[in-house]
């Protein structure tokens, strides 16, 4: 069997792709990981990687070892956490991932709630992009993501948060009920590609996506500045119900319904959490403060709208 260690090789090895970068993330000259990946290799009797490639491919078997060897590292970190508790040395942490349209109003909201409810434990928090975040939690980074659903993923818990209706930024228009016809032309400021956001809108909108993004190349998730192209240049952009604004720019906030007035579009915010994990008496704690903070019944029907 191979050792912890020459399994944590692998895996860096397989997230970087090159030797040099990967030694330097797991402290050892380049020579020292090269071997122990070497010997893990002749073990098994297959390659992991092809080195024939620049940056260097995991082989189909590599493919299905990755896998295998996240699984294993992640049952022997949880023995660790056991001896660290039973020293009485343990201080939780919860690595939690948000995309940038949601962590720009639930962080500042949740913080010191959920500060008050895990006060033991240590939160760390970060932004990314809803594929960044699927990656991550495969790769066990996180402890819990927090994105617009809907997602269903056989390894991990999906726990519904909340709705929020998607509200249009829109001055020029003076009525507060409006529908998708009434933006035909108006210019979209769209988030850049990989912000769920944009994809909901571009889907509601009706817009494409080749057109939308000929005269707009910001790269960023952002809401205030396309709040500000609006003010400055025409036009419109999508607000999630419950971003920070002031009462000025609320009060340009219009709701967009479907031609028939039947429903708003709207997004869904999950939780991902992974099936197996020892933190979950804490994540649970988190999840139901965002539960109670954010559950305000709407009158409108809502269409939820997909994120990708």
């Known amino acids: 069997m191979i050792s912890i260690q020459q399994m944590h090789y692998i895996l860096v090895l397989s997230e970087q792709r090159q030797f040099q970068r990967a030694s330097e993330l797991c402290f050892v000259t380049q020579p020292t990981l090269s071997m122990q990946v ?16 620049n940056p260097i491919e995991l ?8 896998p295998v060897i996240r699984e294993v590292l992640n049952e022997s970190g949880k023995i660790e956490i056991l ?70 993923d056989q390894r991990l818990r999906t726990i519904p948060l909340f709705k929020e209706e998607i509200e249009v930024y829109c001055p020029s228009l003076k009525q507060s009920k409006i529908t998708t016809t009434d933006l035909a032309d108006l210019h979209p400021w769209l988030l850049s590609r990989g912000n769920c956001l944009r994809t909901q809108m571009i889907q509601f909108c009706q817009l494409k996506d080749q ?58 915010i999950i939780a991902l959490v992974p099936n197996r994990t020892l933190k979950w008496e804490s994540l649970n704690r988190l999840i139901r403060e965002m539960q109670l903070f954010y559950n305000m019944e709407k009158q409108q029907q809502m269409l939820v709208l997909d994120w990708n």
Request: aromatic share 10%; no cysteine; charged share 25%.
């Open 59 to 66: 082989t189909p078997f590599g493919q299905s070892l990755i």
């Open 211 to 268: 057109i939308a993004s000929e005269s707009w190349n910001y790269e960023g998730g952002n809401i205030d500045i396309l709040l500000k192209m609006v003010d400055k240049n025409g036009g419109y952009t999508l607000v999630p119900e419950h971003y920070h604004l002031s009462d000025a720019q609320r009060s340009n906030l219009k709701s967009v319904y479907a031609p028939n007035y039947s429903s708003v579009p709207a997004r869904e």
């Open 38 to 53: 070497k010997k893990a290799e002749d073990h098994f009797g297959f390659p992991i990687f092809d080195r024939s490639r």
């Open 83 to 152: 001896l660290q508790k039973l020293k009485g040395n343990y201080k939780e942490q919860v690595k939690i991932g948000i995309i940038p349209t949601v962590a720009a109003y639930l962080v500042p909201d949740m913080f010191s709630i959920w500060q008050e409810k895990v006060g033991g434990a240590q939160l760390l928090i970060e932004e990314k992009k809803t594929e960044e975040l699927l990656l991550s939690l495969e790769r066990k980074e996180l402890d819990m993501a927090i994105l617009a659903g809907p997602l269903i």
